[in-house]
């Protein structure tokens, strides 16, 4: 089970073949290794495990607002007072403003990591944001620190170790393998990119978004879907 980072220190070292840090890899150097694979597997795919919310008191009439902690331009939905907001491209957004200055249609957008939200809209109360963490760096001093695969998805880390070693056969001159610890490392996120993939098919889309919902036949019994409706030709 690899969930710490003293946990990723130690597969390192047992898979080089040596039982303790050396002249040729020290403390520093594996320290560094670490902290630039983890990066590299935190920013391989847009993770679920990096998917949250933040919230705050919406003040009306105020437009900008800044996240810390939110990666750049991923805030898929927002909601105030429990009102969801269409997300519109950036142009589009300065479009609508320019044109429609006092329209209250709650819309917004984001440039970088600001939000941008229609001041003018009818929506009051909490201001919640769903988007995309930036994953913390994982911190060599504290042996206890994990990784944002840590607590369920700990093929995650498995990678990161591969991609260490990729490193260290880089700086031994071994070419070929350190190549292959690195398309190692590739497989096993592509593997868990892939799992969750196939884990969002079976998400269904409401039907007012022109899904396909199941919906209980209280008459009849059974199920029947959408593409079943009786007017719908």
Same mark, same amino acid.
């Given at each position: 089970?690899?969930?710490?980072?003293?946990?990723?220190?130690?597969s390192v070292? +047992?898979k080089?073949g040596?039982?303790?840090?050396?002249?040729?890899?020290?403390?520093?150097?594996?320290?560094? #290794?670490?902290? /630039?694979?983890? &990066? #590299?597997a935190?920013?391989?795919?847009? #993770?679920?495990?990096?998917?949250?919310?933040?919230?705050?008191?919406?003040?009306?009439?105020?437009?900008? #607002? $800044?996240?810390?902690g939110?990666k750049t331009?991923?805030? %898929?939905?927002?909601?105030? !007072?429990?009102?969801?907001?269409?997300? $519109?491209?950036?142009?589009?957004?300065q479009?609508?403003?320019e /044109?429609?200055s006092?329209?209250?249609e %709650?819309v917004?957008?984001?440039?970088?990591? +600001?939000?941008?939200?229609?001041?003018?809209?009818?929506?009051?109360?909490?201001?919640?944001?769903?988007g995309?963490?930036?994953? +913390?760096?994982?911190?060599p001093?504290?042996?206890?620190?994990e990784? +944002?695969?840590s607590?369920? /998805?700990?093929? !995650?880390?498995?990678?990161?170790?591969?991609?260490?070693l990729?490193?260290?056969?880089?700086?031994?001159?071994?070419?070929? /393998?350190?190549?292959?610890?690195?398309?190692k490392?590739?497989?096993?996120l592509?593997?868990?990119e892939?799992?969750?993939?196939e884990?969002?098919y079976?998400?269904?889309?409401?039907?007012?978004?022109g899904?396909?919902?199941?919906?209980?036949n209280v008459?009849d !019994?059974?199920?029947?879907?959408? $593409?079943?409706k &009786?007017?719908?030709?």
């Open positions: 089970m690899i969930k710490t980072f003293d946990d990723i220190k130690t070292i +047992v080089l040596i039982s303790t840090t050396t002249a040729f890899y020290t403390d520093t150097i594996l320290d560094d #290794w670490i902290q /630039e694979s983890t &990066r #590299w935190t920013s391989f795919s847009k #993770w679920p495990l990096t998917e949250g919310r933040l919230s705050t008191t919406f003040v009306a009439g105020t437009e900008e #607002w $800044l996240f810390e939110l331009e991923t805030v %898929r939905i927002l909601t105030i !007072g429990e009102k969801r907001f269409q997300k $519109l491209n950036f142009e589009d957004y479009i609508f403003k /044109e429609e006092s329209n209250n %709650r917004f957008s984001d440039f970088g990591r +600001v939000l941008f939200i229609n001041p003018s809209s009818d929506a009051s109360g909490t201001l919640v944001a769903y995309q963490y930036a994953p +913390v760096d994982i911190d001093t504290d042996s206890s620190s990784t +944002v695969f607590a369920s /998805e700990q093929e !995650g880390n498995e990678a990161i170790v591969e991609k260490v990729s490193y260290a056969m880089t700086k031994n001159k071994k070419s070929k /393998e350190a190549e292959n610890h690195h398309l490392a590739v497989r096993i592509e593997g868990l892939k799992r969750f993939e884990e969002h079976q998400y269904q889309t409401h039907p007012s978004r899904g396909m919902f199941k919906r209980i008459l !019994g059974g199920i029947s879907d959408d $593409l079943n &009786r007017d719908q030709f």
